[in-house]
């Protein structure tokens, strides 16, 4: 008979290993910081925000059937809506999308393109991505059992081909690039398509700021394409029209890649937000007349910034588009995560380290210039500039901090992070 009093052994509970050994995002977990920081009333300059704020009227219910936003609607997404985005793909960039196998709509963009690494990655295929890089590719692509390739971010379209093995099942880009605002050219399209497809190799393009340019004319992977064959296109309404708070995205591609994401929408989503669908449907000409004219004011407004970067001597990578500005921060002792922690928790500017989007670019910082005004925005640049020229750290007071917040220390070792 036991003894009532000895003490029971406990297995140790296991956790996944294959999710375990990926790091938080570090953009998100920066922003966290930023939330918590408000939260006690703090204020602050925030540069890391991956949206912009847009001044979006509320329009009328009145004329949506409520009811039927209070249910489930279809898992390819809602019928009136999809042909809404087919139709303006057609108008936008003369491409042919049937809305009802070549379209699929989804909880955001990013789920969207998780799904298509499952659809079509096999365990050990690699992926190539061209840095610098939105800093889910990578974990996405392990989580799908697939091997993420970097591409260094002063390698030109050119000269990819060297990266290609027979192991490479898909290039990554994003067009307009977060977080340096390159714009592809129509050519540098082609020329990926016609390297690729001969190989077996798809090509995902990430679209998501694909209305953030000014005078540039974007080119859409699915007008080089107009069959969809070895093209994924993910695009997202959420961060196009200002309210990415709603996470609605939607992918393109061929009829048997989109089936295979949609069963795994089924499993994972069922539905995006069946209320704010019909309204987006309702309203969705009015809704990208105000947004449109708005995400071309703030890419005006980044080239504005982007001249007075230069002008004090912080020099960005070349782009032309979206909001961001990707800053070089030269001989800076300290690595660029450091130097974010010590701006946000120090002086209460909130920038994404450049380790986030790449090998390569871990001499950088990611700057918005999506929610914060001119003149705040280059206050916080020469304070930038001003510390990155004289070196300056206080670890110390970065840990402090940190622990008084009760946040966790971010490690890209990608262990369980000590939130002591």
């Given at each position: 008979?036991?003894n009532?009093?000895?003490?029971?052994h406990?297995?140790?509970?296991?956790?996944s290993?294959?999710?375990?050994?990926?790091?938080?995002?570090?953009s998100?977990y920066?922003?966290?910081?930023?939330?918590?920081?408000k939260?006690?009333g703090?204020?602050?300059?925030v540069?890391?925000?991956g949206?912009?704020?847009?001044?979006i009227?509320m329009?009328s219910?009145?004329?949506?059937?409520?009811k039927?936003g209070?249910?489930?609607?279809?898992?390819?997404?809602?019928?009136?809506?999809?042909?809404?985005l087919?139709?303006?793909?057609?108008?936008?960039?003369?491409?042919?999308?049937d809305?009802?196998s070549?379209?699929i709509?989804?909880?955001g963009?990013?789920?969207?393109?998780?799904?298509a690494f499952?659809?079509v990655?096999?365990?050990?295929?690699?992926?190539?991505?061209h840095?610098?890089a939105?800093?889910?590719y990578?974990?996405?692509?392990k989580?799908?059992?697939?091997?993420p390739v970097?591409?260094?971010f002063?390698?030109?379209?050119d000269?990819i081909?060297?990266?290609i093995?027979n192991k490479?099942?898909?290039?990554?880009?994003?067009?307009?690039n977060?977080?340096a605002g390159?714009?592809?050219?129509?050519?540098?399209?082609e020329?990926?398509y016609k390297l690729c497809r001969?190989r077996?190799i798809?090509?995902l393009v990430d679209?998501?700021?694909?209305d953030?340019l000014?005078n540039?004319?974007?080119?859409?992977?699915?007008?080089?394409?107009?069959?969809?064959?070895?093209?994924?296109v993910?695009n997202s309404?959420?961060?196009?029209?200002?309210?990415?708070?709603?996470?609605?995205g939607y992918a393109?591609s061929s009829?048997?890649v989109?089936y295979n994401?949609l069963?795994?929408n089924q499993h994972?989503?069922t539905?995006?937000?069946t209320?704010l669908?019909?309204?987006?449907?309702?309203?969705?000409?009015?809704?990208?007349?105000i947004t449109l004219?708005?995400?071309q004011?703030?890419?005006?407004?980044?080239?504005?910034?982007?001249?007075?970067c230069?002008?004090?001597?912080?020099?960005?990578?070349?782009?032309?588009?979206t909001?961001?500005?990707?800053?070089n921060?030269?001989?800076?002792?300290?690595?660029?995560?450091d130097?974010?922690?010590?701006l946000?928790?120090?002086y209460?500017?909130?920038?994404?380290p450049?380790?986030?989007?790449g090998?390569?670019?871990?001499?950088?910082?990611r700057?918005s210039v999506?929610?914060?005004?001119i003149?705040?925005i280059k206050?916080?640049?020469d304070?930038i500039?001003?510390?990155?020229?004289?070196d300056e750290?206080?670890?110390n007071?970065?840990?402090d901090?940190?622990t008084?917040?009760?946040m966790?220390?971010f490690?890209?070792?990608?262990?369980?992070?000590?939130g002591?």
């Open positions: 008979m036991n009532s009093n000895s003490p029971v406990k297995p140790k509970m296991q956790l290993q294959k999710v375990c050994s990926i790091p938080e995002a570090l998100v920066i922003n966290n910081v930023v939330y918590e920081m939260r006690r703090e204020e602050l300059c540069l890391s925000l949206e912009a704020f847009f001044d009227p329009f219910f009145d004329d949506i059937d409520f039927k209070y249910h489930y609607s279809e898992s390819r997404g809602l019928y009136e809506l999809r042909h809404i087919s139709k303006y793909y057609n108008n936008r960039y003369n491409a042919s999308i809305p009802d070549d379209l709509i989804s909880a963009s990013k789920p969207l393109i998780y799904m499952q659809a990655l096999n365990a050990g295929d690699e992926v190539l991505i840095e610098p939105w800093l889910s990578p974990e996405e692509i989580l799908a059992e697939g091997v970097f591409i260094p002063d390698c030109g379209v000269s081909e060297k990266y093995t490479t099942k898909m290039i990554v880009i994003c067009n307009p977060n977080p390159k714009v592809y050219s129509r050519n540098e399209l020329f990926l001969p077996g798809y090509i679209e998501a700021y694909s953030f000014d540039d004319l974007f080119c859409s992977m699915t007008s080089i394409v107009p069959d969809k064959d070895g093209i994924i993910v309404l959420s961060k196009n029209m200002g309210i990415s708070g709603w996470r609605i393109i009829d048997d989109i994401m069963k795994l994972l989503i539905c995006p937000s209320l669908l019909l309204y987006i449907s309702k309203h969705f000409d009015e809704m990208l007349d004219p708005q995400a004011e703030v890419v005006r407004k980044r080239e504005t910034i982007n001249q007075y230069k002008s004090i001597g912080l020099i960005p990578l070349d782009g032309t588009s909001f961001y500005l990707f800053i921060i030269a001989d800076y002792k300290y690595s660029s995560l130097l974010a922690l010590y946000l928790t120090k209460h500017i909130s920038v994404v450049g380790l986030a989007y090998n390569s670019t871990e001499r950088f910082i700057i999506g929610t914060e005004n003149d705040d206050r916080s640049l304070l500039k001003q510390i990155i020229m004289n750290i206080d670890k007071y970065i840990n901090t940190l008084e917040l009760k966790n220390h490690s890209s070792d990608c262990q369980h992070m000590d002591n």
